[in-house]
């Protein structure tokens, strides 16, 4: 009975149920891969897999240090009156908008391209930061909007100037009462989208660069991602044969045999973005955001 | 509204400035750029027995040079990539000759504003159609959620529960119908769901062998579907009509006998007819003050949107490699490494992003005009 208890409030919890759902789901394909998939393109799966998550782990830390930092800091500026630093810097935040993420990662993937022949950075560990610090600078915003959206709202609270009046300091009103106790899950919430945005932005650029610009840099050993697997000419040809099923509906259990590669690495992207939806979805509901 | 238009107009010029900046200086530097030689590399590179296409070589190279000159092995390693950056480089230079690859001409100007009116009209068509789609998909689902519909899988537990208590020994057809009903429709929702979530090129390569994937009509289409564009914002707009349903006035409009029934096509519901119109008007229903507030709500994300969404057909002409499209030859130049041409298409992209923000800060200080006093400023 505590068993049938516990199975129900997860179902109520549909955050932890698609996270749940996310561990099983890609627990069993890996299991499924371990008994028909080769051992060499296994392990490029599981290296893909690995440097993905790690960069998108990596980019919601750094983008919330970020977010954090420059909501915080355009909110003081503002408030100091000090005018041109304030319009400087949300003219830049501005700019940075104004850019469509995937062409500024792109513009930041081919300084690394030339970082990495110039031989500024060399050691294969030191690539992965720098990525992750390149795409946090185009999806931060996100966070700067909510840590400043959430200032504004509890600015207008009584216990704001309540606790002014007190003799607390400002930064520690904002820092510690407005953003660490009442604003952590919303600022969770915004991460766990932060994560789902990432991995579709470096899987995203990874496949452009492996498949159009592979000349530029084939020379430069950028780590492997579920996007650069993708763009492998076998994994391609596995998602090819997606379509062949739509006219040969027989050749279906084939691609769960024959076509592994490529149907894992495409089902383990858009899996993951999916739950990754639910999970923010369920978590704002769960915590009424 | 003036403040936030001074804004947009001052970026455009400071921005615009510094592309043309960095333009004339990439543009008036290929005359002048040949492909230079480090006089540490040359006599490598005259050694005629090395290929240096093939991997094997360079390895062979590279340990050779750490058992002569041993403990320099981070300059040998430094030296095999000055060989590789100068015959990439170099590799450039012949392809730009070969292909009479000069950077910006007039002709090039005139070829890329094709391609750039072309991408706005993609752009356009999209916006169009997510907006459209966006608030529609959010509607059937907020009707949903009134009705008190549970999903598919929750509905078929249900049925086969209440269906075992009632009648635990038999099992007709019409049961048995019913079940696969709605075992099919949550499979498809599945399906659909990851069809919604799918890059634009997943979907495109399982599809490249049946369908033209270069065309036009093809762009719009994964340009709305793939990239988990519609979705996202649908639920955006779902969660602004779930938030505004909650609100006081609603209650009080439901008091005071406003219709508040969410049976589709029922008298008193809601017609399908308006849910699908794209004006949407719900006369007479509380529902038409909600859908109202929560579409002026959902103006402020239309930026954000627009921002992804050029992503998305950035991804898609990118990826697909949709030759004679904007994002195609951007990808092309920077290849060549005409960096002139890369920075004027960005900067095009750019304009158009900045468009957008205009309209849809105008769009929103109009809206504020009619409903809210405050958000005139």
């Known amino acids: 009975m505590p068993l049938l208890a516990q199975l129900q409030t997860i179902y109520q919890r549909k955050d932890q149920l698609w996270l749940l759902i996310w561990l099983g789901g890609t627990l069993l394909l890996w299991g499924w891969n371990r008994l028909f998939l080769n051992a060499p393109a296994l392990a490029r799966v599981e290296t893909g897999f690995a440097n993905t998550f790690i960069i998108a782990l990596l980019v919601i830390l750094l983008s919330a240090a970020l977010g954090w930092l420059s909501g915080v800091g355009l909110y003081f500026l503002e408030k100091a009156g000090n005018s041109l ?34 031989g500024a950075l060399q050691r294969p560990g030191a690539v992965i ?73 470096l899987c995203s650029i990874d496949f452009i660069i492996s498949v159009g610009l592979s000349g530029n ?11 650069s697997l993708l763009a492998k000419i076998d994994s391609k040809q596995d998602i090819l044969a997606i379509g062949h099923v739509l006219t040969h509906p027989g050749y279906l259990p084939r691609l769960f045999f024959e076509h592994l590669q490529g149907i894992t690495v495409a089902f383990l992207i858009v899996f993951t973005l999916l739950c990754i939806y639910k999970i923010a979805n369920g978590f704002a509901r769960r915590h009424e955001l | ?89 170099q590799i450039a230079a012949l392809t730009r000759q070969q292909r009479n690859l000069q950077g910006l001409s007039f002709s090039k100007l005139g070829q890329l504003s094709g391609m750039y009116v072309n991408f706005i009209l993609v752009y356009l068509i999209v916006m169009l159609l997510t907006y459209y789609g ?80 270069d065309s036009i009509f093809f762009m719009v ?11 996202t914002y649908a639920q955006k707009f779902f969660t602004f009509l779930v938030a505004e349903s ?7 409009a439901i008091v005071k006998n406003l219709e508040n029934r969410y049976n589709l096509n029922a008298a008193g519901g809601v017609s399908l007819g308006r849910v699908l119109n794209f004006r949407k008007r719900f006369p007479g229903h509380v529902f038409q003050h909600i859908f109202i507030n929560a579409r002026y709500q959902y103006l402020a994300t239309i930026k954000e949107q627009a921002s992804f969404l050029i992503t998305g057909l950035v991804i898609i002409e990118m990826a697909l490699n949709i030759q004679g499209h904007l994002c195609y030859e951007l990808m092309q130049n920077i290849l060549y490494r005409q960096y002139d041409i890369v920075l004027t298409i960005i900067l095009g992209i750019f304009l158009v992003v900045k468009g957008t923000e205009l309209a849809s800060d105008y769009w929103q200080y109009l809206e504020a005009r009619r409903y809210d006093n405050e958000g005139m400023g």
Request: include cysteine; charge should be positive; glycine fraction near 4%.
């Open chain 1, 129 to 201: 930061p720098v990525i992750a610090m390149v795409i946090s600078l185009f999806v931060f915003l996100e966070i700067s909007d909510l840590v400043r959206e959430r200032i504004a709202y509890y600015r207008k609270r009584d216990f704001y100037n309540a606790m002014q009046v007190c003799g607390i300091p400002e930064w520690q009103i904002v820092n510690r009462e407005i953003l660490w106790r009442n604003s952590l899950a919303h600022l969770f919430n915004k991460l766990i989208s932060i994560f789902g945005v990432t991995i579709f932005l």
């Open chain 2, 134 to 213: 966006v608030q529609t998909l959010a509607v059937l689902r907020f009707i949903r959620l009134q009705q008190n519909r549970e999903s598919y899988l929750a509905e078929l537990a249900s049925f086969l529960q209440r269906r075992f208590r009632d009648q635990p020994k038999t099992l007709h057809l019409r049961d048995l119908r019913r079940a696969a009903a709605l075992l099919g429709k949550a499979l498809l929702k599945g399906l659909l769901y990851l069809v919604l979530f799918s890059p634009a090129y997943v979907i495109a390569y399982s599809f490249k062998t049946r369908f033209d994937t």
């Open chain 2, 1 to 89: 509204m003036r403040k936030k238009l001074l804004e947009h107009i001052s970026s455009i010029i400071l921005v615009s400035a510094i592309f043309l900046v960095l333009i004339y200086h990439f543009h008036s530097g290929y005359r002048q750029v040949q492909t230079r030689q480090d006089a540490r590399i040359a006599p490598y590179l005259a050694l005629d027995f090395i290929d240096y296409d093939d991997p094997l070589h360079k390895a062979l190279l590279k340990e050779s040079l750490n058992i002569f000159q041993p403990g320099q092995e981070p300059a040998h390693e430094a030296l095999i990539r000055a060989i590789e950056a100068y015959r990439a480089a």
């Open chain 1, 85 to 118: 630093p304030y319009l400087t810097l949300s003219f830049l935040l501005n700019i940075i908008r104004s850019i469509p993420q995937i062409v500024g990662i792109l513009l930041g993937y081919i300084l690394i391209t030339v970082q990495i022949q110039s």
């Open chain 2, 221 to 231: 289409l994964l340009g709305v579907i793939s990239n988990g564009l519609l979705i």
């Open chain 1, 217 to 227: 840099v084939s020379s430069v050993n950028l780590p492997a991602t579920l996007g």
């Open chain 2, 246 to 252: 909650r609100k006081g006035y609603v209650q009080t």
